[in-house]
């Protein structure tokens, strides 16, 4: 099974536990939508701004030294909007009631994030196709960034 479909299965398997959820979504970390379970709402819109609440929520973390982004909540008038890391390249948000328990929410969004982290990992090749005289993957502690090959021009040396 591809791993859109097994995220999806999540997706749907989180609301089902969680009649208050008026919408699931699980995104790259750039943006991407991974599976959507959210009648109504404009999928592509809200991966992308979660991919940018992302952003800011990795980086306030980290100026105000609160070490690795985990999750990010906002209440409107109408409800929450929840945000949990899904592993280093992936987010889950819930879009959930006014009247839901916040306390569930936070343990259903972060058991489902970490599955999904699971998935994605699993389903990421551990060594992306290179081209033949594609530089090394870019690597930290080991792990392979992004997903597709990188291809960047050799430069000219211009000596004096």
């Known amino acids: 099974m591809a791993v859109e479909a097994e995220v999806l299965n999540e997706l749907h398997r989180l609301r089902a536990r969680m ?3 008026r919408g699931a979504l699980a995104a790259s970390a750039d943006g991407l939508v991974l599976a959507r379970d ?3 709402v404009e999928a592509e819109s809200l991966a992308a701004l979660t991919a ?3 952003g800011v929520g990795r980086r ?8 690795e982004f985990r999750e990010l909540l906002v209440r409107g008038a109408g409800g929450y909007v929840a945000t949990y890391a899904a592993g280093p390249s992936a987010v889950l948000t819930l879009l959930a009631d006014d009247r839901v328990n916040v306390g569930r929410l936070h343990l259903e969004g972060r058991r489902s994030g970490t599955r999904i982290a699971q998935l994605v990992a699993e389903g990421s090749p551990a060594d992306p196709p290179r081209l033949p005289g594609d530089p090394p993957a870019p ?3 080991g792990r392979i ?3 597709l090959p990188v291809r960047i021009p050799p430069q000219s040396r ?3």
């Open 158 to 160: 211009h000596e004096p």
């Open 145 to 147: 960034l992004g997903s």
């Open 38 to 40: 959210m009648p109504d």
């Open 60 to 67: 306030m973390a980290d100026l105000a030294a609160r070490g």
């Open 139 to 141: 690597t930290v502690r």
């Open 52 to 54: 940018a609440a992302l």
């Open 19 to 21: 009649p208050q959820l």
